[in-house]
């Protein structure tokens, strides 16, 4: 899978500030190096990362370090930002014509996957809008792609105009759209005809196809594995004949993930979808956040965070870290962290925002009962001020007490007598600095 690597060394590079209260200038430099070294292995345009590097150590410098969160949060915080912001910011989609057909020209070098995107492309609008689809069969220099799109076709039962392989790509076309026109396709998808390398004559055809189709999208399909050579492709394309998007394919091979970090912001062109297998359903649209996320292994953690940042009090959580580390711990606390977290919305949500979590078998029958929260506050207030303050009173006679005072059986009392002590070994753990097992992974 793309980006591995990237994954794994830009997570290194920021998890070293991960234990820190407090970072320095160097601390951050020296990040900002590892980042560096990360893209530039991952084959990103140079002029991107130092662009991408600039802005992530510039805000990083001046960014307020909020009392709430740990300083390694905040950095991963503002290199996703940043790195969305590389890859577009904004998901953008396929622009519609007013009227019908909306005409959608492919374009890109032999290879790339222009055929195989056209039908993954048909497939995605009959899913997501009943569309109705005419492909066209431009790419007549390889006998193979006429066959290719026919069967393509036959699958996902949409028509194909061809005229084989002796007329020209130009005449295919203005005879295709007249046909879409005449039967009335909602959109029109031209396969045209890649090289191997860019060359006059194939520019000089698609500005003639371009001229008699007048499409509202001209996408130009990059194969993800040339890394570089795919962002001077698209840099070509777009000065000679205009691209409205782009489509970066075979995302789901052993690419290091430059081409797809580098080429919006080199060609200004957005990557509206990209190509993660073979098959039909191999097709993902773009969306620059998720892909971010997903190039940083964290799921959707920034959610979480910024929730946390939200809905968190300071001052109670000053106050909690103090007990933390004085070891003491109690029962009132418990009840106000429990609170607390219930605030920031259904556990359920959050959990899944947990990389790494919404894959865990069971995760959907998760669900935490407010009715259960209710029974444990009843527990804590049948308490008599001492017992709150110190469990170890807590004898068999004074939990049937609190048992029958709260409404539950002494099992209940006695299961959560024994979650509070498991909470209060863990936060004794966390206030050593050591993160209870497993917990670690979820603030990398
Ligand atoms: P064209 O010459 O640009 O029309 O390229 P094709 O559509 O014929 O694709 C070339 C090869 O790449 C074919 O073997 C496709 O199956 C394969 N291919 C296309 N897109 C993807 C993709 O997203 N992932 C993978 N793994 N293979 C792809």
């Known amino acids: 899978m793309a980006f591995e690597n990237l994954t794994e060394r830009l997570q290194a590079a920021m998890s070293k500030l991960r234990r820190k209260g407090k970072v320095t200038e160097a601390d951050i430099t020296e990040m900002m190096r590892e980042i560096r070294l990360a893209l530039l292995e991952a084959d990103v345009n140079l002029q991107v990362v130092k662009q991408f590097t600039k802005q992530v150590r510039e805000r990083a410098l001046g960014a307020e370090v909020l009392e709430s969160l740990s300083p390694a949060q905040q950095i991963v915080k503002i290199v996703d930002e940043e790195l969305t912001k590389t890859l577009g910011s904004e998901t953008v989609g396929i622009v519609k014509s007013p009227k019908i057909p909306t005409v959608i020209m492919m374009a890109g070098l032999q290879g790339a996957g222009k055929t195989t995107f056209a039908g993954k492309l048909a497939n995605h609008l009959i899913k997501t809008e009943k569309a109705r689809p005419l492909m066209i069969a431009g790419d007549v220099y390889r006998p193979a792609a006429i066959d290719q799109l026919k069967v393509l076709g036959q699958q996902l039962d949409v028509p194909v105009f061809d005229m084989g392989t002796d007329v020209s790509p130009v005449e295919i076309v203005r005879q295709g759209m007249a046909l879409a026109r005449e039967k009335k396709n909602d959109y029109v998808l031209i396969d045209t005809a890649g090289r191997l390398h860019i060359d006059e004559a194939l520019m000089d055809e698609l500005k003639q196809i371009k001229e008699v189709a007048q499409p509202n999208e001209i996408l130009l399909v990059v194969d993800a594995m040339t890394g570089q050579d795919a962002v001077n492709v ?45 098959k039909l359903t191999d097709l993902e649209v773009f969306h620059p956040d998720r892909m971010s996320s997903r190039i940083l292994g964290m799921g959707d953690m920034l959610t979480l965070i910024e929730k946390a940042q939200q809905d968190y009090d300071e001052k109670k959580a000053e106050e909690l870290a103090r007990k933390m580390k004085e070891n003491s711990f109690d029962f009132n606390d418990f009840i106000e962290q429990m609170d607390q977290v219930m605030n920031m919305g259904p556990l359920e949500d959050l959990v899944k925002m947990i990389p790494g979590m919404n894959q865990m078998p069971g ?80 603030f990398g």
């Open 234 to 278: 698209a840099q070509s394309f777009n000065e000679q004949l205009g691209i409205t998007g782009v489509i970066i394919t075979k995302l789901d091979g052993d690419t290091r993930g430059g081409a797809a970090l580098s080429i919006r912001s080199v060609t200004g062109a957005p990557i509206k979808f990209i190509g993660s297998g073979e």
């Open 363 to 442: 995760i959907e029958n998760l669900k935490v009962d407010p009715k259960d929260i209710a029974r444990k506050k009843a527990i804590v207030q049948s308490m008599t001020k001492a017992e709150r303050e110190d469990p170890t009173l807590l004898n068999p006679s004074r939990r049937r007490r609190i048992a029958a005072g709260s409404g539950n059986s002494v099992v209940e009392v006695n299961r959560f007598i024994k979650q509070f002590k498991e909470s209060q070994k863990m936060m004794q753990q966390m206030s050593k600095g050591s993160m209870p097992a497993g917990m670690d992974q979820m």
